[in-house]
């Protein structure tokens, strides 16, 4: 957290109180009650940058890779999301079992996913779009970093693309 | 052969699988994060132009812990390529490489295709649609979907959570379609 929430911003997310809206998301549902400085978030750079080494390294952000996993012509992504969804459950069963806390000594929460028809509408379109770039969004910020600079392209209009659902999401079936 | 050697071939899918995996723990135990990565796209556009739209009216420098996260994951995409770079041309399938020869992409040397995504293509229809069409899709689809790769098929699949699994089986619809049915006319044009 950068800084106290002033009033103007408080008020703001008062208005927007829609629970659903949150909890649509990874987002804004674990909010720690502990004050820290902004430079405390750079130890989240660091997670990622390792992870933004493994990616680039088990090439899971090439466009190739991508197409081979679609044309079932490989195993390799198949290998990669399977065994991380593992070690992923196994961890989060592991917390769960002995209440691991955070560093900090807070509780460690989940937060259940609710379904709605964006799962499958938004969950096709996007799969879609992976077919074409051949990245996820994780994969855009690493390949822009490998140096493949024409991907800030596609990264900008990800954003755009984020932008106009927000625009347009009272009026999407959910 | 040593560590630094070995360390630069492309690693194998029982490293790199458990390694990502191990993401969930270590956001979870550092601040009590859930890995997700496609929300950044929604705090860059609450940060830059939320526009008074209601999805993008939050305090997102609460959330300034994934964009800390997306930068760090572009810098170690900087730090592969400069200091860990395998030498060699990436190593796909023969069936890929016939296939792709069709449209004219012949060059593996980098893991993004450079003859389809570049500046001077972006103004072409094909780089048009690789590029802008594509990244639209992605930035617009996942957070219709609530999520991505990282969000629902890691997160959400590690937690047990059925929605995520529809989601990461309709990802993985939308992906198969695209590659085998529509993609060939995208590249041939």
Redesign the interface.
Known sequence: ???N?DAT??Q??A??T?FE??S?????????RIE?K?Y????????????????????????????????L?????????????????I??W??KKFN?K???G???????????K?????????????????????P????????????I???????????????L?EK?PH | MNLIELIKQPWPWYIAGPLIGLTVPALLILGNKSFGISSSLRHICAACMPANIPFFKYDWRKEAWNLFFVAGILLGGFIAAHLLANPEPIMVHPDLVASLAQYGITDYSNLVPVQLINWEALTTPRGFVMMVVGGFLVGFGTRYAGGCTSGHSIMGLSTLQWPSLIATICFMIGGFTMVNVILPYILAL
Request: aromatic residues 12%; proline residues 3%.
């Open positions: 957290m950068l800084q929430p911003t408080e703001q997310v208005e927007n829609d809206v949150r649509l998301d990874a987002m804004c549902v674990n909010e720690s820290h902004w405390d978030n750079l130890k989240y750079m660091v997670v990622g940058i390792l992870f933004g080494i493994v990616f680039v390294k088990a090439e899971i952000v090439s466009w190739f890779r991508i197409q081979e996993m679609f044309k012509q490989s195993f390799h992504m198949y290998g990669v999301i399977g065994s991380a969804v593992m070690v992923g459950a961890s989060v592991l917390i691991i955070t560093i900090d807070e509780p460690i929460t989940f937060h259940p996913k609710t379904f709605n964006g799962q499958i509408i938004g969950g096709l379109l996007f799969g879609l779009g992976w077919g074409i770039t051949g990245a996820c969004p994780g855009l910020f690493a390949q822009i970093g490998t140096g493949a600079t024409a991907v392209a596609t990264l900008l209009s990800a954003i755009a693309g984020t932008w106009v659902y927000g625009l999401r999407l």
